[in-house]
């Protein structure tokens, strides 16, 4: 097991090593100097010397890489050209909003897809089961921008029971954040919810046809027994790969509910920054983004060996 | 009193007669044998008795067993019934253990869930079954996973389960049918002391006349939803009253009448070949270390000869199969085909390719399912292209060639029965006249009554096209039946070879006599006489 993790943890290094070669390289080969790019086509070029200067564009370009990645492993993101403060800062100031958003919504999810899958499956062909595929549908078509509206008009609006948006800030004290973040995350859930409510399904129903489903029914389980006792645990690695993949979604990707809410997320400084062409903010939040995924990557590797004991002894 | 006494079981499925009428009885500390060809209705008996038949069943009839109908319990009584009184083991143990749970847990679930024990009494009582079972607590420990046993320890854990709780009725749905001969002697001689042990009664369902006759007291045979005769074993085996189990009888020892044309010149040469595969690393930075899959195997196949190939599973004949085909590079030796050298990969030209072809065990698997049989069949044609009209001409005469019509060949594979696709894998082989036909397990997955005909067939065909067969099996009676002589293989390495009559009369090899002491067989003198 730990010889498993460990062989995990060395190849997904090197696709961080890898994957920062590739950021920091081809930010460089934009044509022209990151420096006039970044002021835009008007700018005097005494601005573009001194911010080549500041930047350091002067050092050749290993150094430059080595100086970059050498900072952001102490911490040191640089300065951005737009907001004039620390990356670093930045980027800890929304991702105090964007990472407890990301793990409320992704909870509010299992906890809606996993009963509802295990019960469409279950009762697979039942009027029940056409419904729960149906809301499904619809949870996945429905725009969750528009769904987010409805739960502003509903909730904010006729009910007060939650503000529209806006996020108060920490220290403020914890459960008026998490009550802000409550419409976000339910909005940001919907759709996830029924994603992973029909892998569920389907993972279970394949599992349900497999031999040792009918072993454990001759010893005597019930259904439900079977269900719950056998299927479940082996129809969660694709359940496990869909998860995943929705963490490191949400991370980012959350931009229009941010948008919605007025949230300060990941999604509106990356947004913000290519518009106003900050490369350093850039390059800083996709590193980020990037070891964000391989970390949730080796998560779900150690959670594949947890769920399945073939899976600890390969390297 | 009978242990259970089923009467007049019928059963339809959406309307679909599959059983009909189905009565007999079962005696505890006996056992009762159930043989037929698939889609008899076999399994379905067993499936009807635990009532854990697919969707759209209907039932009728009665099974009583200790003076209650157990058609007429509901679901939750019936699972008290399942896994307590009766106990029930299926045909394929690599896949009827769930494969993320230990071996102990799946054990102790047993008792578990019949309320019979805690977690901790149960996992002894699993510690204790799994020794009577014949897997010592020193290598086989309760915490075990299934991936890390054999097919043959995997039954025995399967049985281990069934067992757990004494059950009075044992169903054993074709146990051993996934297993090699010698495995399956043993899980047969430890079911054979379970009943004289544990005073259970033992309802086998084979397809295996000659694994009946060595274990049961008393038979059924069955066809088409019925139970066509039954009787104690001996008794009816001497009889073979009925037409059907004459003709059961007479397709499982067929042997088609063909005549040894072999040549003396080679056609296929062998020598010293070997194969290794890498195994994961032990050590992050050692040399990986190596399974000799084929360790030095040489052997010669003459035209026109018939050469049989015999061994259990892992023995390498399989990857010494590939190797013939072109299709595994070898890491010594060399292999000739008419004098030409057979490489893998690209490097061997399309005409020698050609010149070997091959047919595989799986009738179902070994078709592309979108296709029509045209074009399924013209498929070695990439090797030597034809235009369109002449291969619809070739098609159409391999397909009579193996017995069907030319008229099939605008049908896809589905709607064919399994012997009829093998006849369409055969046609599919003949094509482009190979010399050299490689049959690799060809009719192992085949009904005694359609492999009887398939061998007709290799035979008539061998006599018409002059090929040369290499013929893989571990069911050394088909062997037998069509081939010239044999190599015996164990371990990757060719131990013993000779006529086949001779080998299998007399084995000079310990392995070879282990093998054709551990294949079951219907005992001579219940054969002499003709049938009544």
Same mark, same amino acid.
């Given at each position: ?222 259904? #439900? ?51 106003? #062409? ?38 | ?77 019936? +699972? ?77 854990? +399967? ?155 892992? +023995? ?217």
């Amino acid at each position: 097991m730990l010889r498993y993790a460990l062989s995990r943890l060395l190849s997904l290094s090197l696709s961080l090593v890898v994957a920062s070669l590739v950021i920091f390289f081809v930010i460089e080969v934009i044509p022209g100097d990151p420096a006039s790019y970044m002021l835009g086509m008007n700018a005097r070029p005494e601005t573009v010397a001194a911010l080549s200067r500041e930047l350091g564009l002067d050092q050749p370009i290993f150094t430059r890489y080595l100086a970059w990645v050498g900072g952001m492993l102490t911490g040191d993101f640089g300065t951005s050209y737009t907001y004039r403060v620390p990356v670093g800062d930045l980027i800890a100031a929304r991702l105090g909003v964007s990472l407890p958003l990301t793990v409320y919504a992704l909870l509010l999810t299992i906890v809606i897809a996993f009963p509802v899958g295990l019960i469409a499956a279950a009762t697979r062909g039942s009027a029940l089961d056409a419904g729960i595929m149906g809301g499904t549908q619809l949870g996945i078509a429905v725009p969750n921008f528009w769904f987010a509206m409805l739960l502003v008009l509903f909730f904010a609006i006729t009910l007060q029971w939650f503000s529209a948006g806006g996020f108060p800030g920490w220290d403020r004290g914890f459960w008026i954040n998490i009550k802000a973040l409550t419409l976000p995350a339910v909005a940001l859930a919907l759709p996830q919810a029924s994603i992973l409510a029909r892998v569920m399904r389907s993972a279970v129903i394949e599992t349900l046809g497999q031999d040792y489903i009918r072993t454990a029914r001759a010893k005597g389980l019930t259904s #439900r027994q079977a269900v719950v006792g056998h299927a479940l645990r082996n129809a969660l690695i694709p359940v496990l790969t869909i998860i995943g993949l929705q963490f490191s979604f949400l991370l980012a990707g959350a931009i229009i509910i941010e948008n919605v809410f007025f949230l300060p997320g990941l999604g509106r400084l990356i947004f913000q920054a290519i518009t106003q #062409r900050d490369l350093i903010v850039v390059e800083s939040v996709v590193m980020l983004l990037v070891f964000a995924v391989i970390m949730v990557t080796f998560l779900v590797d150690l959670a594949y060996a947890a769920v399945d004991p073939r899976l600890r002894r390969r390297a | 009193m009978s242990l259970i006494d089923i009467r007049n079981l019928s059963l339809d499925i959406h309307g679909t007669p599959i059983l009909r009428d189905v009565s007999f009885s079962l005696q505890a500390g006996q056992v009762f044998g159930l043989v037929g060809e698939s889609g008899s209705g076999k399994s379905m008996t067993s499936l009807a008795l635990m009532k854990l038949m697919p969707e759209g069943a209907r039932r009728t009839g009665s099974a009583v067993m200790d003076g209650r109908d157990l058609f007429g319990l509901d679901e939750r009584a019936m +699972c008290g019934v399942r896994g307590n009184q009766i106990g029930m083991i299926f045909q394929e143990p690599m896949t009827a253990l769930n494969p993320v749970q230990t071996i102990g847990d799946q054990v102790a679930e047993t008792l578990v869930i019949h309320g019979a024990a805690s977690r901790g009494e149960a996992l002894r009582v699993a510690r204790e079954k799994l020794d009577r079972v014949g897997l010592d607590a020193a290598r086989f420990p309760l915490t075990r996973y299934p991936h890390e046993l054999s097919g043959g320890q995997r039954q025995r854990v +399967c049985i281990a389960m069934a067992i757990a709780l004494r059950p009075r009725l044992l169903i054993a749905d074709e146990p051993t049918t996934a297993l090699d001969v010698t495995t399956q002697a043993q899980i047969l001689e430890l079911l054979k002391g379970l009943v004289a042990d544990e005073g259970m009664g033992l309802m086998l369902i084979t397809h295996d006349l000659a694994v009946v006759s060595g274990i049961a007291d008393q038979v059924a045979v069955m066809q088409q939803g019925r139970i066509v005769e039954q009787g104690p074993t001996e008794a009816l085996f001497r009889a073979r009253a009925h037409a059907y189990t004459r003709q059961l009888f007479a397709a499982s020892s067929h042997i088609p009448a063909r005549e040894a044309m072999a040549e003396e010149a080679p056609l296929l040469e062998v020598r010293d070949v070997v194969r290794e595969y890498a195994l994961p690393r032990r050590s992050l930075f050692g040399p990986a270390p190596s399974l000799r899959a084929v360790a030095g195997v040489s052997l010669t196949l003459r035209r026109g000869e018939s050469l049989g190939l015999v061994g259990e599973s892992g +023995c390498g004949k399989s990857t010494l199969t590939r190797a013939i085909l072109g299709l595994e590079a070898l890491q010594a030796g060399e292999i000739r085909l008419d004098g030409q050298p057979v490489l893998a990969g690209r490097r061997m030209p399309p005409a020698l390719r050609a010149g070997v072809q091959v047919v595989f065990q799986d009738p179902y698997g070994s078709f592309n399912p979108r296709h029509k049989v045209a074009r399924l069949v013209a498929e070695p044609f990439h090797l030597a292209p034809v235009d369109a009209g002449t291969a619809r001409d070739r098609v159409a005469e391999s397909l009579d060639a193996v017995g069907l019509q030319a008229s099939d060949m605008d049908k896809y594979i589905h709607e064919f029965s399994g012997g009829q696709r093998q006849r369409i894998a055969i046609a599919r082989a003949l094509i482009i006249r190979p010399k050299l036909i490689v049959l690799d397990e060809a009719v192992s997955a085949l009904d005694v009554s359609v492999r009887a005909r398939i061998l007709d067939l290799l035979a008539d065909l061998q006599g018409r096209y002059g090929l040369s067969y290499l013929f893989i099996s571990h069911d050394l009676g088909v062997v037998r039946a069509i081939t010239d002589r044999v190599l015996v293989m164990k371990s990757g390495e060719i131990v013993e070879e000779g006529p086949t009559e001779a080998v299998f009369d007399a084995p000079a090899h310990p392995y070879t006599r282990q093998l054709v002491a551990a294949t079951p067989q219907i005992p001579a003198d219940w054969m002499a006489q003709e049938p009544v």
